[in-house]
């Protein structure tokens, strides 16, 4: 019975999220909560894993369907055992089955596993709680043994003092889950058809119930509100924070760093306050990030120092660079070893060979810039046409004078020099100093303007 199929309960309204986009799409680190879910889900290897979602969501499949899970509609929503039931023509029956939710995101692979382990039977994911309020109990025997799980709104009230409550992931044998789904009633409080009462089902038959507890609390924290869920937020912040740190990063503030995505540090990486790390980035040994910087889908080499406010997406940095304050980086950007990007520089879909500067209040758009270039401040790449863009050549050692235009496509021939303030539409020789302002002039005995008398 290695065969493992999955189920994923996200056909809840979500109600008190007060949105209209299903409550499972809503992001937690920069990821849907049922994108959490499947990915743990899927760090199983599971045969098949089934999403339960509801009316109006259709949103789920739709944002998840590369997972290659099948999604099934339960409509209408008339408990969790009815949600269950609706996937289980999806599994096969020498299998077991294992049912997750789609608002309980942190779940990690290691309590799963763990389930896994537990032994054949029934296995139930349990936490003791100070508050055992809303959830349901797990009532077990003189002997220790579970015998039921009571729903607190069924509950006697010596039963409502059990701490211990059911998370509602389990894993169960299909062919048995499938028997015992298809003898539930809904003659209880709710009128629901209740996923817990094949608990007591088990027991009647001599299974045995086995009970894991999460490695940790969050893993089984429920959505239910934005309040709830930035509450989580700032949980899973806090322990990726701490991963990092345990490390050796330095982070200023741990409870000022938001990680959206996958964030590799090499050693004595330095991160100031505030910043956001989106995607797959990659900082080299030595890195140093400045305040409030936010930083997508990137490889920062070594030694490059990061000055704040900067903002680089989809690019690639080299070795001991320096970037910032307030630079951007846009997609498609490659900075070779020691490049300077200062204030106010954007900089697309180009790459800056080595040791070249563009310092100050620039754009240099589709454009290849060659080593040991300086770009003088104020510097603008003219690569748009209104309809199409064009490239702009710069090699090496050229040197351009401060606002500078260069109306693309235009090349810029070695060790040329570019005199400050021309428009160059025309290819430059290298070596030579092209310049396209008109000669300086002086107008003798001219007066300015006077106001003029009523
Ligand atoms: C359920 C458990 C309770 C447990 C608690 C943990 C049952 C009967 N009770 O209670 O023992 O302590 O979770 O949070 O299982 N869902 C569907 N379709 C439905 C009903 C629910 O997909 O018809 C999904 C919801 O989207 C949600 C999950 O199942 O993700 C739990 O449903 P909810 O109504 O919140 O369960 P509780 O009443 O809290
Ligand atoms: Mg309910």
């Known amino acids: 019975m290695n065969l493992l199929n999955i189920a994923i309960l996200a056909a809840g309204k979500g109600t008190r999220m007060h949105s209209d986009k299903p409550k499972v799409l809503h992001e937690l680190a920069g990821k849907p909560l049922v994108q959490h879910v499947l990915d743990s889900a899927m760090s199983l290897q599971p045969t098949q894993i089934c999403v339960v979602y509801g009316h109006?969501?259709?949103?789920?499949?739709?944002?998840?369907?590369?997972?290659?899970?099948?999604?099934?509609?339960?409509?209408?929503?008339?408990?969790?055992?009815?949600?269950?039931?609706?996937?289980?023509?999806?599994?096969?029956d020498n299998s077991r089955t294992l049912v997750l939710y789609g608002d309980v995101p942190l779940i990690q692979h290691n309590t799963l596993h763990q389930m896994q382990q537990a032994g054949g039977g029934l296995t139930l994911l349990t936490v003791r709680l100070n508050n055992p309020t809303g959830y349901g109990r797990i009532v077990r025997n003189r002997q220790g043994d579970v015998q039921c799980i009571v729903e607190e709104k069924d509950a006697t009230p010596e039963q409502r003092n059990i701490k211990e409550v059911n998370t509602g992931i389990m894993l169960a044998p299909t062919s048995k889950l499938r028997s015992w789904l298809g003898k539930l009633g809904n003659n209880n409080a709710q009128g629901e058809y209740y996923l817990?009462?094949?608990?007591?089902?088990?027991?009647?038959?001599?299974?045995?119930?086995h009970t894991v507890?999460?490695?940790?609390?969050?893993?089984?924290?429920?959505?239910?509100?934005?309040?709830?869920?930035?509450?989580?937020?700032?949980?899973?912040?806090?322990?990726?924070?701490?991963?990092?740190?345990?490390?050796?990063?330095?982070?200023?503030?741990?409870?000022?760093?938001?990680?959206?995505?996958?964030?590799?540090?090499?050693?004595?990486?330095?991160?100031?306050?505030?910043?956001?790390?989106?995607?797959?980035?990659?900082?080299?040994?030595?890195?140093?990030?400045g305040a409030y910087s936010v930083i997508s889908t990137a490889t920062i080499a070594q030694d490059t120092q990061i000055a704040p406010f900067s903002h680089i997406?989809?690019?690639?940095?080299?070795?001991?660079?320096?970037?910032?304050?307030?630079?951007?980086?846009?997609?498609?950007?490659?900075?070779?070893?020691?490049?300077?990007?200062?204030?106010?520089?954007?900089?697309?879909?180009?790459?800056?060979?080595?040791?070249?500067?563009?310092?100050?209040?620039?754009?240099?758009g589709d454009s290849t810039v060659g080593s040991r270039v300086n770009i003088g401040a104020g510097t603008i790449t003219c690569n748009y046409d209104g309809a199409n863009k064009f490239r702009t050549i710069i090699e090496d050692d050229v040197f351009i004078g401060s606002d500078t235009q260069l109306v693309a496509p235009v090349t810029v021939g070695k060790g040329a020099t570019i005199g400050a303030g021309s428009t160059i539409t025309k290819d430059t020789p290298p070596g030579e100093l092209t310049l396209s302002r008109s000669k300086q002039m002086t107008i003798a005995g001219w007066k300015r303007p006077q106001k003029g008398k009523k």
């Not at 817990?196 to 299974?207: E, S």
């Not at 503030?253 to 995505?261: C, E, L, M, W």
């Not at 690019?315 to 320096?322: D, K, P, Q, R, T």
């Open 56 to 92: 109006g969501g259709e949103a789920v499949p739709q944002a998840m369907q590369h997972y290659g899970a099948k999604f099934v509609i339960q409509e209408p929503q008339l408990g969790t055992g009815h949600a269950v039931l609706q996937a289980m023509p999806h599994f096969v």
């Open 196 to 209: 817990t009462d094949i608990v007591a089902m088990a027991v009647k038959q001599g299974l045995t119930v």
């Open 213 to 289: 507890q999460p490695a940790h609390h969050w893993e089984v924290e429920g959505i239910n509100s934005k309040v709830q869920l930035a509450n989580l937020e700032r949980i899973w912040q806090q322990t990726i924070a701490n991963r990092m740190l345990a490390q050796g990063v330095t982070i200023y503030d741990p409870a000022r760093i938001d990680v959206r995505g996958n964030l590799v540090c090499g050693r004595d990486v330095e991160i100031d306050v505030g910043c956001i790390f989106e995607g797959e980035v990659t900082l080299g040994d030595r890195v140093r990030v």
């Open 313 to 364: 997406n989809d690019s690639e940095v080299g070795a001991n660079c320096h970037i910032g304050p307030y630079a951007r980086l846009r997609p498609g950007s490659k900075l070779h070893d020691d490049a300077h990007v200062g204030n106010f520089v954007e900089i697309k879909n180009s790459e800056i060979g080595r040791g070249s500067k563009a310092n100050h209040l620039s754009y240099i």
